[in-house]
């Protein structure tokens, strides 16, 4: 237990990322594991996309982006990290998957998720 707390307490949030490729192999483990993540009544109400088109996961962002803004605009005045994040949504080239590796990959999205 102290080793989990410890792993809780000293992590860190990673922002670059090396380009190499993430074998298949790798892909499926890692959505087997994710598979096991708690969810409500455990219903595991996700489904696993993999992308790795780097152009449509910019689209996606770009989409996500333009969906968040409208959401946090109201919040904006009343809260500095909303209008910190509507800064960053609102940047030209900003990537809400900070280019990551991971993200770039495997996406985790909900039934509910569409992409036009």
């Known amino acids: ?8 307490k000293t992590r860190r949030c990673v922002r670059e ?8 192999e790798d892909i499926k483990f890692l959505i087997d594991c994710a598979r096991y993540a708690p ?11 993999v992308i790795k ?5 910019r689209k996606i962002s770009e989409h996500g982006k333009k969906s968040m803004i409208p959401m946090l605009e109201p ?11 509507l800064v ?3 940047t ?7 280019n990551s590796f991971l993200t770039s990959y495997l996406i985790i999205h909900y039934k509910s998720f569409l992409l036009e």
């Open 17 to 24: 990322y090396k380009e190499d490729q993430i074998s298949d």
């Open 92 to 98: 030209k080239g900003t990537d809400m998957f900070y």
């Open 53 to 57: 088109n780097k152009d449509v996961m």
């Open 1 to 8: 237990m102290k080793d989990i707390i410890e792993v809780i």
């Open 88 to 90: 960053f949504l609102k």
């Open 39 to 49: 969810s409500g009544f455990n219903m595991q109400p996700w489904s696993f996309l």
């Open 75 to 85: 919040m904006k005045d009343v809260s500095p990290k909303a209008r910190d994040f």
